[in-house]
């Protein structure tokens, strides 16, 4: 993240005067419904994404786990993130499509706050977390399974106001 300095010119908010890292004090910001959604790609063999489709991994069930790794990660990600504010998260879900064909898992995550500061990184490390569990259900099967992204789809909220990957990154 970064913002404008008095001279205009843009800084990152999480490193200050001195190059040092901190913690952006977001004290004085107002409080308002803030949301981000995220996205990650898991690449496999169409094979391993039947057997994720079945739920017939090694492992069983490999969708279910991954939800509730992925929701659990955006809840405490303030732990996992060391410069991330802890959030009391109104809402945070994750959704698996699985493409046999393809032998893609897309994971899309959704989380929500009512705070003082945005919640793309809940969406993101959730995201990044249910990836993970994908690959750790499946590794057994196949162990060249890559997650070929985790990016932040859309956010809403704050001073900054609604930004998509597909609008302009101003």
């Known amino acids: 993240m970064s ?4 001279a205009g010119e843009r800084r990152l908010t999480h490193v200050d005067e001195s190059g040092s890292a901190r913690m952006v004090d977001v004290g004085a910001k107002d409080e308002g419904e ?8 898991v690449r496999m063999s169409p094979g391993t994404a039947g057997a994720v489709a079945a739920a017939d991994g090694p492992k069983g069930d490999v969708v279910g786990p991954a939800r509730i790794a992925g929701i659990a990660a955006a809840k405490r990600t303030g732990d996992l993130i060391p410069l991330a504010h802890p959030l009391p998260l ?8 699985v493409d046999e064909s393809e032998g893609l898992v897309r994971i899309t995550s959704e989380a929500r706050v009512v705070g003082r500061t945005g919640v ?20 057994a099967l196949e162990r060249g399974v890559s997650i070929e992204r985790i990016e932040l789809l859309e956010k809403t909220g704050g001073r900054s106001g609604t930004w998509t990957r597909d609008g302009p990154d101003v």
């Open 34 to 41: 803030r949301r981000a959604r995220a996205e990650a790609l």
């Open 3 to 6: 913002e404008r300095s008095e």
């Open 90 to 97: 109104t809402f945070a879900d994750v959704e698996i499509e």
């Open 120 to 139: 793309e990184m809940e969406a993101m490390a959730a995201c990044a977390v249910a990836a993970l569990t994908v690959y750790d259900m499946v590794k």
